[in-house]
């Protein structure tokens, strides 16, 4: 998709949400108004009136893609989110709760019953079922393996026991798979007999008579050699293979360098068990790295934007509690030198520079280094070097905007020792910043915690508590 596109398609999208906030709004004026006159068969009117506006609404409904219909429904308050899913139809359901978000999904889920939750999850694939599952009810998720063949039982119980970031939780079971003693020929009867194929399929994949995975056939080899040429002989046995153990991570990895579109997923025999297709990859992808931008923030999980201030209190308050923690230990450092401050006032104005530019610098660091535990590059053989490039890199900067500020300090006070001492205490920070924000992020993984969550959270405080304890200290000892 081009930008073009892209930007079109934002549009439309915008545009729908303003024509549904519209209708819900005229709706709503109308209705007011209706029901404070009074008239004949007043109930009758307002009844035609609502249905008016509700038809006109489900019409739009209906013309819009699941993935729109859900962006709309995150993008309203809870009263008019339930009234405007109310008129999906039910055969959408499922693919809409799909799209959705968690926190929003959650909301319509308790709006709905188990009969219709059972007939929205009956409408997907058992991968999709699969992903939807750790939101839906015990009994629910119980009544629909029921109504199940044993394949697609096995299937289902199979893909809801791997965790939701490996490759076991992302994979899907549309595919479609050939014998390696065929002729292409053969496998095109075969294709025109299915009669469609699973979307996003660039490739066959080989097996034998046990279904062991032996290679791909690319289709564009299938269309273009002779019909008559066994697959074995031209079908490619160099494959990206995943395990469904893998990392999602480490999937998303590889299908970015080796530009994959499919890729077979196997057991421990080698078995083909299912595939992995880009769209699933991309989705994976994009919900990573809003958990990183909210882990940033010190946010636990995505947040409705339209929930209860107690939903949003409780996913917030932990790093807020953390934060007011870290502030009362920076406050009473401050503290420790209020002698010092009151004898030289320009310590007050001067020691936010040096805190506020620590944290920029280790928020930088930290950054870094959570990138490169994301992409797998960071080994413990590289630690040593890597801290000391980051110190060299730290040390530098603090001399080089640690001269700057000392210069500017001279400037505005007339003394040149404090311009030193802030120039040191810059520097100092900025190394000290350097330090934790390589460290910060390993002693969380180590700890088996998500290196990006609150981490930025952490560096600030301690840059801030260590700036002012560094700055107020040299000031200290060589001014006073």
Known sequence: MTVVQENKSH????????????????????????HKQEMPKHDLVQSLVHKQHLAELQKLLDTLHPADVAYILEALPLDQRLLVWDLVKAERDGEILLEASDAVRESLIKSMDSEELLAAAETLDTDEIADLAPDLPRDVIEELLQTLDAQNRARLQSAMSYEEDTVGGLMDYDMVSVREDVTLEVALLYLRHLGELPNQTDKLFVVDSQDHLKGVLPLKRMLTLDPGTIIRDVMVEDVVVFHPQDEGRTAAQAFERYDLVTAPVVDGNSRLIGRLAIDVVMDYVREESEAEKLGLAGLREEEDLFASVWKSVQNRWAWLAVNLITALIASRVIG????????????????????????????????????????????????????????????????????????????????????????????????????????????????????????????????DSGGFFIFLGLATLFLL
Request: proline share 2%.
């Open 336 to 463: 420790l030198f209020e002698g010092s401050i009151q004898k030289l006032v320009a310590l007050a104005a001067l020691m936010p520079i040096v805190a506020g530019i620590g944290g920029n610098s280790g928020n930088q660091t930290t950054t870094m280094i959570v990138r490169a535990l994301a992409l797998g590059q960071l080994r413990a053989s590289g630690m040593r070097k890597l801290l000391r490039k980051e110190l060299g890199v730290a040390g530098l900067n603090g001399l080089l905007w640690g001269s700057v500020m000392g210069v500017i300090a001279y400037l505005l006070y007339k003394n040149i020792y404090l311009g030193l001492v802030i120039t040191g205490a810059m520097t100092l920070n900025l190394m000290l910043a350097a330090v934790m924000g390589v460290l910060i992020p390993l002693a969380m993984m180590k700890l088996g915690r998500d290196p990006a969550v609150g981490s930025s959270v952490m560096i600030t405080a301690i840059t």
């Open 11 to 34: 549009e439309s999208v915008q545009e729908s949400l303003q024509h549904v906030q519209a209708l819900l709004h005229k709706q709503q004026i109308v209705e007011s108004l209706v």
